[in-house]
């Protein structure tokens, strides 16, 4: 039972983890942003295919952030901490 309570605690660390790399990567990285923008599900099924791990509510519920929102959080960050997008593409992505 303490194996399974602690295996349980480890992947729901992992996973937040996870969610939290997801945000900071749609707040710095401008491809990602505008990617996210046009298809939110399809942008984080890429990045699952990477090897994050996420569940389906965590899916769901990254998927329906509002892309203006984190654009506009994007904004607020220190442009040198920021990936740039080198196509010429819009840095915020409104």
């Keep these: 039972m303490f194996l399974e309570m ?4 480890n992947e729901d660390a992992m ?4 969610v939290e790399r997801i945000i900071g990567l749609l707040a710095t ?3 990602l942003r505008m990617r996210f923008r ?6 984080l099924q ?8 996420l569940n389906e509510c ?5 998927a329906s952030l509002d892309p203006r929102e984190v654009a ?3 904004r607020s960050i220190d442009a040198r901490l920021q990936k740039i997008d080198l196509s010429g ?3 915020w992505n409104y």
């Design 89 to 91: 593409g819009d840095r």
């Design 29 to 31: 990285d401008a491809s």
């Design 58 to 62: 965590e899916i769901a519920s990254l």
């Design 15 to 18: 996973s937040q983890r996870c």
């Design 72 to 74: 506009r959080f994007a």
């Design 6 to 9: 602690e295996t349980r605690r």
């Design 46 to 53: 890429g990045l699952i295919d990477q090897g994050i791990e």
């Design 38 to 43: 046009k298809d939110p599900r399809a942008t």
